[in-house]
């Protein structure tokens, strides 16, 4: 499920296209490399190396090597241009989300089932960025129906 939630992520962050043309440079087994790309990507040096192995651009013993690098340099907690360049907030994430509620007259509890996830409600919230209480919002709870519109 992990893997899964990352390759998921890594697609919506990271593009496959854009980033592959990135990963051309001989520097790609340089953790600086991935730190440089930051500013761009707007995500961890990590996370930009997990990408990286995701779509094959580097070998699993490249990886190795660049999160050693990532470990010995003491970027575990905290990575250069962290603070420069703050975690962004969701802007239209729950405008969106509104929308696919309301639209498709789905219940919070269905929404829930549908995402396939084993998670607490509250956890979702924060991921999406919605406020505590969220999902018990009686005009958010509909009976539903989600089938396609094709």
Not at 40 to 59: E, N, W
Not at 94 to 109: D, R, Y
Request: proline share 3%; aromatic share 10%.
């Amino acid at each position: 499920m992990e893997n899964a939630m990352n390759s998921f992520a890594g697609a919506l962050l990271i593009p496959k296209n854009i980033y592959l043309k990135d990963l051309r440079s001989k520097n790609k087994t340089d953790f600086n490399f991935y730190i440089n790309l930051k500013s761009k990507y707007r995500v961890s040096a990590a996370a930009l190396v997990v990408r990286a192995h995701q779509l094959g651009a580097i070998t699993t013993n490249q990886y190795q090597y660049i999160m050693r690098q990532r470990s010995y340099g003491g970027y575990i907690k905290q990575e250069p241009l962290d603070r420069e360049f703050p975690a962004l907030k969701p802007r239209y994430l729950k405008h969106a989300l509104n929308m696919i509620i309301k639209e498709n007259n789905i219940s919070s509890e269905k929404f829930m089932d549908s995402i396939n996830i084993s998670i607490h409600e509250s956890m979702v919230e924060k991921i999406l960025g919605v406020e505590e209480g969220y999902w018990g919002k009686k005009e958010l709870t509909a009976p539903i129906s989600l089938q396609s519109k094709i």
